[in-house]
């Protein structure tokens, strides 16, 4: 068992400071203190708090050895592309050298970059995917 206390000159003194701050007026009915007539609140935020997230690309690269089929495969695997719009995403980057295979947060786009490399480093194609700031 503890019976330490304050001395009671100082449990005392907290007292009275206690009811002193409870004695001082504040009648405007709004709790705040400042007693200067209604309406006086602060507005503290008008906007919602919520940002949009940054979006980023995804970009794939042409390459000359990673074949047609695992690019238009990947595409619709990682990117939800039906074989039409993997077909056509592939040529464009064929053709052009690069291209957008989606727009996302960062860390989705991050996470299907990883995928995108992982597969094809595991079926040994030198295929290139990174991300762009969209
Ligand atoms: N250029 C490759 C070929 O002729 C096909 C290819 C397309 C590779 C798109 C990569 O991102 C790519 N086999």
Redesign the pocket.
């Known amino acids: 068992m503890n019976h330490w206390r304050y001395p009671t000159s100082y449990a005392a003194r907290m007292q009275s400071h206690a009811q002193a701050r409870m004695n001082k007026s504040d009648d405007d009915n709004d709790d705040n203190g400042d007693d200067g007539g209604p309406s006086t609140g602060v507005v503290v935020r008008t906007k919602p708090k919520a940002k949009k997230p940054s979006m980023y690309k995804v970009i794939?690269?042409?390459?000359?050895?990673?074949?047609?089929e695992f690019?238009v495969m990947i595409l619709e695997r990682f990117f939800n592309k039906n074989h039409e719009e993997a077909s056509h995403i592939?040529?464009h980057?064929?053709q052009k050298g690069v291209?957008v295979c989606g727009v996302y947060t960062y860390e989705i786009a991050e996470t299907k970059v990883t995928q995108v490399m992982d597969l094809a480093r595991q079926h040994q194609h030198p295929?290139?995917c990174t991300l762009e700031k969209a």
């Open positions: 794939m690269l042409n390459d000359d050895y990673t074949p047609m690019v592939m040529l980057v064929h291209g295929l290139q």
